[in-house]
């Protein structure tokens, strides 16, 4: 197999610019190494030739294949050694006008026909390009970091990007053994743009007091599926690096309101509560492991009230099998007697309005969410109001605790937790396709793969709903009467006949 790019030049030998030397070596380019400060480059090929070691000892790669790695990746005392690259790749300190100036002095070195690409992850591909001769032989080259473990590189097109650059630069990426796709130059690209709803909405529903940190965390790991929680991730990323992040595309997309980043992230980020590496984010860490407080226990109830389930309930009858099953006595009337609990599951509305819109007794009035089929997660959420009684949330907790599932209690909001955070991400997702940014299929692949989810933003939106999705968002809009929750057109047009299994060239 004969390797796209055979001679690729890096420039800066940091966390990425080491990555990608070594993925590119591996891959069977000769790869030359370079960096303002020797040192660093001492310090990358140290660290990539134990990688190889390593992999070797582990039987993953074999002696041969070890050693033919090592003579390939090589240090490059200056730029102009990169002369014929045929590619260069600049992952360097994240500044325009470094940027520019370096990007400018390696076209004057390298051959006419190289492509030089940047690993940024924030800036304009199309602003640095503008300091180029040859804008059409430059694109946004965008690795995760670990950049071996990260199988998904962003493709960018410039303004001026010619096609048949990001056609090599895919057939690049997987000789690399990773997955390209293929982006439009725009604020985040597509994993850091998809990625917006789940730290800022996560954010938003703790400004509101309507539950806490450890809580948001469990809810949207066991009722979705997300390997972290959003401040777990947050503090595994660190806030000096995700808050300007979000600050960076708020504003590059001239204060969207979808992207409105929180104060509480930026006086979290003024303490220096930045996360892990500190010892302390939203949780504080001792030897590395967060401290988490236990949950509230389940409550004794000593006599369960009887229960009645709204007629305008979501999922009513899987909610009314679910209450058989677990032993409730079930009202079957038009309306609750004066005793019963009343179980309402509204999409997207507060419980207080559904209790007054449905005419019941707040009091007796308890909400869960039920966007999400009860078999597929692995904990229960309700929503008080602030007139629930005591016992009432308490007898409902129990009831719902009985086979055993965790239930979490929270405070009354225009949606649940699950519903606010999944409606924000399909629709951001929406957006995207809406904006043309990337195909559907390449923001399902980049958004797991670099993201992480459990599937991507569309088969999300599909899998629970379109039109509940929908309706979470319009019922929000009202509730909040804030337009982040507006719905993207894209999304809906095609809540009525699904968001993923579309025909791309109709897009
Ligand atoms: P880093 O700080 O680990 O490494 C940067 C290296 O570039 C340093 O060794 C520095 O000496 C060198 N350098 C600075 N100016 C230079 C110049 N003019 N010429 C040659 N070398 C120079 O940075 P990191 O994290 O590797 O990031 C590099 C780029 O990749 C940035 O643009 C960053 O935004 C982007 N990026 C970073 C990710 C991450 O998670 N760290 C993820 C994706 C992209």
């Known amino acids: 197999m004969t390797v796209t790019f055979s001679k690729v030049g890096v420039v800066g030998a940091g966390a990425m610019g080491r990555g990608i030397a070594q993925i590119a070596a591996q891959a069977g380019s000769e790869v030359l190494l370079f960096d303002t400060q020797p040192a660093a480059v001492a310090k990358a090929l140290a660290e990539v030739f134990g990688q190889w070691d390593r992999l070797h000892e582990k039987g993953r790669i074999d002696a041969d294949a070890a050693q033919r790695n090592k003579a390939l990746l090589k240090p490059a005392d200056n730029l102009a050694a990169l002369a014929d690259c045929d590619l260069v790749i600049e992952a360097i300190v994240e500044r325009l006008d470094v940027k520019q100036a370096l990007l400018a002095e390696i076209e004057g070195i390298v051959a006419p026909s190289a492509v030089l690409v940047t690993n940024t992850s924030s800036l304009s591909v199309t602003a640095i390009a503008a300091a180029l001769k040859r804008p059409q032989q430059f694109a946004g080259f965008h690795f995760f970091n670990p950049v071996p473990l990260m199988k998904v590189v962003e493709v960018i097109a410039g303004l001026k990007t010619a096609k048949a ?17 293929q982006a439009q130059d725009t604020p985040g690209f597509i994993v850091n743009h998809a990625g917006r709803a789940y730290g800022t909405e996560a954010l938003r529903i703790v400004s509101e007091g309507i539950s806490d940190f450890a809580t948001i965390d469990r809810i949207l790991r066991d009722q979705v599926g997300f390997k972290l929680g959003p401040f777990e991730l947050m503090d ?18 001239y204060d969207e309101p979808r992207y409105r980043p929180s104060v509480i992230t930026a006086q979290r980020l003024a303490a220096g509560v930045v996360g892990r590496k500190v010892g302390e984010g939203f949780y504080s860490y001792i030897d590395g492991k967060a401290q988490v407080a236990p949950e509230p226990p389940t409550p004794q109830v000593a006599e369960m009230p009887p229960v009645w389930v709204s007629t305008r309930a979501a999922r009513r009858s899987e909610l009314y099998q679910l209450l058989k099953d677990l032993g409730a006595k079930i009202e079957t009337g038009q309306s609750p007697s004066p005793q019963a609990l009343s179980i309402v599951a509204p999409l997207g509305f507060d419980i207080t309005t559904v209790a007054v819109v449905e005419r019941l007794d707040p009091s007796r009035t308890v909400g869960i969410d039920m966007l999400i089929d009860d078999a597929a997660t692995k904990r229960r959420v309700l929503a008080t109001n602030p007139a629930t009684r005591a016992d009432m949330r308490d007898a409902a907790h129990a009831l719902f605790a009985r086979d055993g599932k965790a239930v979490s209690v929270i405070r009354d909001s225009g949606g649940f937790v699950t519903q606010r955070v999944v409606a924000c991400i399909v629709n951001i997702a929406s957006d995207i396709c809406q904006q043309q940014i990337c195909s559907p299929k390449d923001l399902e692949t980049a958004v797991t793969l670099g993201l992480g989810y459990p ?11 379109p039109t509940n999705i929908l309706e979470v968002l319009f019922n929000m809009q009202t509730v909040y009467g804030d337009p982040r929750y507006r719905p993207s057109p894209w999304l809906r047009r095609r809540g009525a006949i699904g968001l993923s299994l579309l025909h791309e060239e109709n897009q």
Do not use: N
């Not at 990001?166 to 997955?179: E, N, S, V």
């Open 165 to 181: 650059a990001c056609q090599q630069l895919a057939a690049f990426a997987r000789d690399m053994g990773h997955t390209p796709v």
């Open 455 to 465: 599937i991507g933003p569309l088969a999300m939106g599909d899998r629970w709903g």
């Open 236 to 253: 595994l990323t660190a806030l000096d690096v995700s808050h300007p992040v979000m600050e960076s595309i708020y504003r590059q997309y």
